[in-house]
């Protein structure tokens, strides 16, 4: 038998929930698991990665065949996910079903980087080198930033991936793509998103952090720990810096960074962004997924 | 005596594959235990940072801030842009350091921990590696 884990009409962070309570409804049996994103109008780089994070979760479950993916109905759609770079990193993961178009991933503009796996040091490398190359042009003159900002990015984009490298336990993706946000603000912006399906915050941090946080420790915690403590699971005093370091840049340009992990998620929430800080008690998804935005400066107001 | 590190050549010969940016832990102690290697202890060390893209605060950490918790007496950053130092700064307030930084123009500032960071120049005067320049900054007498 299969069941159904059915992929939003608009797969991005905010229907991603309803994503990850379908997944962790199907997940809780042994049957083989079916992603069906025929429906699918438009994913953003956090539900292209938090897709492929869902399909290897599904695989290493116990006995857990090799999921499904039926791709979307619209050949447009499908022509888009196969630029992000998706379906090459998808064909590992799901049985595809559907007619992919053998498009190599694109080097049109709002592709800065397509869907990338991160799994050692090495890829942490690939990726700053390819964005900075890339994202320059784009962060400078459609988003007004500071040239100078282009460092900053990568810096941040390098700290972000290498959570995967360092607590993941497990390898994960990275994508980064600009566009057009009418919908909430108006303006462009650039998104990083980066997910895995290992062991997540709460996990990495259990060892080091349960004991201070007593009967409040979990996942809200854990992420709590880390993004606005700057907590890390290495006694290390130089640990625990680079979600630090991530947020001082998103604070300087305005930028979201939002972290889901396990069933709480987290979310430094600028003023042109109504999003709620921490949540708690979703539904269980494997791994950490990780969002930064950063938005066009100063055109519009939220 | 000073001590010179070109980070960027360090780099190359540390880690396989020709990277120019300072980024991830595993780079960042390649890089620290090659310099390491040839760096007498207590030492005074100009790190040339010319050459090098991208670093992430963890390579700051690994590198800049290790160095000068245990190896050196005074580090002396030199090429840094805007970006290094945005990196390196906030490391080495988190582990109450401070290092000299050279601007293009020669003259030496502080930045990190005030604490520390008020003795590094008068230090580096005392040895006589420093002076203070007629228009009243201070600046190396040899680089």
Known sequence: MTRLVEVPGQFDDRSFDQFAAAYAQAAAGGERLLFDAHAAEWASPYGLVGLLAAGEAAGRREGGE????????????????????????????????GKVPKTKPATESEVLLPVTPVRAAEDVHAVVSTIQQRASAILAKELGLDPKATMGFAM???????????HAGAGGWVAVQAYSWRRKLARRVVVIAVADAGVGFRHSLEPSQAKRFGDRWGDAAALEA??????????????????????????RWEGKVAIRSGTARIAIVPRWDDDVPLRDGLAAFPGSQVLLIIPEQGSAQA | ????????????????????????????????????????????????????????????????????????????????SDAHRD?????????????????????????????PAAALLDELVAQQVAARTPGGAIALTAA
Not at chain 1, 68 to 91: D, H, I, Q
Not at chain 2, 90 to 114: F, K, M
């Open chain 1, 156 to 166: 941040a984009l390098s700290e972000a991936c290498q959570n995967i490298v360092e």
């Open chain 2, 1 to 80: 005596m000073i001590q010179h590190i070109k980070v960027h050549e360090v780099l190359q010969q540390s880690v396989a594959g020709f990277y120019a940016d300072l980024v991830t832990r595993p780079t960042g102690r390649a890089v620290r235990e090659s310099i390491e290697r040839a760096l007498p202890e207590g030492t005074i060390a100009v790190m040339d940072f010319t050459g090098v893209g991208c670093l992430d605060y963890s390579c700051a950490d690994e590198i800049v801030a290790k160095l000068v918790r245990e190896k050196v007496r005074v580090l002396l950053l030199r090429g840094t």
């Open chain 2, 87 to 115: 990196a390196i700064e906030p490391v080495l307030l988190g582990h109450g350091l401070a290092v000299v930084w050279e601007r293009p123009d020669g003259t030496l500032h502080v930045i990190g921990a005030r604490e």
């Open chain 1, 226 to 251: 880390a993004l606005i403590q700057g907590t890390s699971r290495f006694r290390d005093p130089g640990r625990g810096q680079g979600l630090a370091g991530i947020r001082r840049y998103l604070a």
């Open chain 1, 66 to 97: 090799r999921p499904l993916l039926t791709v979307p109905a619209s050949a447009e759609v499908v022509s888009y996910w196969a630029r992000a770079g998706f379906f090459r990193e998808a064909a590992d993961l799901f049985e595809v079903h």
